[in-house]
């Protein structure tokens, strides 16, 4: 056998330890419904917990903010698709604004998390093998990389997790992908942070909390479709011009 051909089949070889940080996200994923986390990330344990929760954010801020921060990029990782609930959660323990701030932090953190993992896990291995589609998709990703990104952020219609990952499966920058996770989800974590701020209220007066839908309700979604459209201007702009060449 020639060298040529040793050296083909060594690079179509794949490399199965690559899969060891996914497979560990996925044990960690199913360890933590198993042992009942979802319980614990739910509005009726707000609810029941909330007594003792702000007691011990009074007397531990600090040591609260950080240990959200940490849980909440942990959940994100392993691609739970809680996000906002614990963002609820830090409007709650730490008000709308120290709230969002925190859960942007730590949704930030576990998306570069995921994202760094599926990257070393498959690569560009999935795209070259997609055919031209795929890759005509790329080259447009590629050509306004952070317009894309930050759009796909803002729209709500995208679940948090499958954002986190789509990008790996592409050659993004990984700066482009921090900068836009971290601004494309702060209308949001304001939004479910501000409710949780006033969540305190609405348990006292025995009443419900409706999440469904609360993305898409005009007072919601008109300024998010505003922010879309200023991310969408770099892109406008790039094709009248090539248009004109």
Do not use: H
Not at 49 to 66: G, H, I, K, Q
Not at 148 to 162: D, E, K, N, Q, W
Not at 217 to 231: F, M, S, T, V, Y
């Amino acid at each position: 056998m020639s060298n040529a051909n040793i050296m083909t089949k060594s690079q179509n070889r794949f490399n199965f330890k690559r899969l060891i940080p996914i497979g560990v996200i996925a044990i960690a994923l199913s360890l933590f419904f198993a042992l009942g986390g979802p319980d614990y990330v739910s509005l009726e344990s707000l609810r029941s917990n909330r007594e003792m929760l702000s007691a011990f954010v009074a007397d531990n801020f600090m040591l609260t903010l950080l240990g959200f921060v940490t849980i909440y990029a942990i959940l994100v990782a392993i691609s739970f698709p809680g996000a906002g609930l614990m963002t609820i959660f830090g409007g709650f323990l730490f008000g709308a604004i120290a709230g969002a701030g925190a859960a942007v932090a730590g949704a930030t953190l576990g998306a570069i998390g995921i994202f760094l993992a599926a990257r070393y896990a498959i690569g560009d291995a999935l795209t070259k093998k997609a055919g031209p589609y795929m890759q005509k998709f790329e080259a447009g990703l590629k050509e306004n990389e952070l317009s894309y990104l930050f759009i796909l952020r803002l729209v709500p219609i995208f679940p948090f997790f499958i954002v986190n990952i789509v990008p790996a499966l592409f050659d993004v920058k990984l700066r482009n992908y921090v900068i836009a996770t971290m601004f494309g989800i702060i209308p949001g974590s304001f939004v479910y942070a501000s409710i949780g701020d006033g969540i305190g209220a609405v348990f006292e007066a025995g009443q419900d909390v409706q999440l469904s839908g609360l993305m898409t309700q005009p007072r919601i979604l008109i300024p998010i479709a505003g922010l879309i459209c200023l991310a969408l201007i770099p892109v406008m702009y790039k094709r009248i011009k090539n248009s004109e060449a």
